[in-house]
C-alpha cells in the first residue's frame, strides 16, 4: 500500500513569494497527480505526471521516479492561489492514494 | 467544457436508511470513480469502474456499498443502511483511458443523523 506524505502541512506566505510543496510516496507509481480543492470542497486536477516536469501558467511540477519525490511550485503567488494542494499517486484503472493536503494562504 | 455532475448537492438521511448517490461522467470517459472525504481528513477512494464491472475497490467498500452504471449516463453509489460514519463528502470522478487525468465532479455531503 502506498504512504503519501506531503509537507509542509500549512504554509502561510505574502503575494509574491515562489512557493514549494513537497510530496513523497513509498512504492513505485506509474503517475502521479496534484489536485486543488477549495474552500467549499470542489476538486480541481493541476497536473498528472510520470517524468520529469510540467508547467501551466504560474504552476511547476516535477518529479524524480528514483527518489520518490515530487515538488509543486508556484510562481508570483497571489492570494487567489489560496486553496488545499493535494498530492495522489496512482495509475491505470486503480483509485488514487491522497496525501493529507497543504493548507495555502497567501496573504495581500 | 465537459464536467462531471453529481446530484444531490447535499443529502440529510436518517441512520439505517438506504441513500442513492447519482453522477454524471463526463461522456466519453470509460473510468470512474467514487472517492470519499470525511470532514477534516484526506480523500480515500472506495471503487473504481470500468466496462461495466468493479475493477477495484477499497477496504472501506464493503457489503453495504455498491456501484451501477444503468444507463449510458449516469453512475450511482449505494449505501444500503447508512451508519453515522458514512458522514462524508462523495466525490464522483472519470477519465477517457488510464493515462489520463481524473475529473472531479463537485462532490455530495451526506450527512447521517
Known amino acids: 500500500k502506498n504512504e503519501v506524505e506531503q509537507s509542509p502541512q500549512n504554509l502561510t506566505a505574502q503575494e509574491g513569494e515562489f512557493i514549494t510543496i513537497n510530496c513523497s510516496y513509498s512504492v513505485g507509481i506509474s503517475a502521479l497527480h496534484w489536485l486543488q480543492q477549495h474552500p467549499g470542497g470542489g476538486i480541481v486536477s493541476l497536473f498528472m505526471?510520470?517524468?520529469g516536469k510540467k508547467k501551466h501558467g504560474r504552476l511547476i511540477a516535477t518529479i524524480n521516479i528514483q527518489e520518490k519525490h515530487s515538488s509543486l511550485h508556484i510562481t508570483a503567488s497571489h492570494p487567489r492561489d489560496s486553496a488545499v494542494y493535494i498530492c495522489?499517486?496512482?495509475?491505470?484503472?486503480?483509485?488514487?492514494?491522497f496525501g493529507k493536503g497543504t493548507h495555502l494562504i497567501i496573504q495581500p | 467544457e465537459p464536467e462531471v455532475t453529481q446530484t444531490p448537492s447535499h443529502q440529510v438521511t436518517q441512520m439505517g436508511q438506504e441513500v442513492i448517490l447519482r453522477c454524471v461522467p463526463i461522456?466519453?470517459?470509460?473510468?470512474f470513480y467514487w472517492y470519499r472525504q470525511i470532514l477534516g481528513q484526506k480523500v480515500e477512494f472506495l471503487v473504481s469502474?470500468?466496462?461495466?464491472?468493479?475493477?477495484?475497490k477499497s477496504e472501506i467498500f464493503d457489503d453495504q456499498f455498491s456501484v451501477e452504471r444503468p444507463d449510458g449516463s449516469n453512475f450511482t453509489l449505494k449505501i444500503r443502511s447508512t451508519k453515522l460514519e458514512d458522514s462524508a463528502m462523495y466525490f464522483c470522478a472519470s477519465r477517457f483511458d488510464r493515462n489520463n487525468e481524473q475529473f472531479f465532479g463537485p462532490g455530495t455531503r451526506l450527512t447521517v443523523l
Open positions: 461522456s466519453n470517459h470509460l473510468y
Open positions: 495522489a499517486v496512482g495509475g491505470g484503472a486503480d483509485g488514487l492514494t
Open positions: 469502474f470500468y466496462n461495466n464491472e468493479i475493477s477495484e
Open positions: 505526471l510520470s517524468s
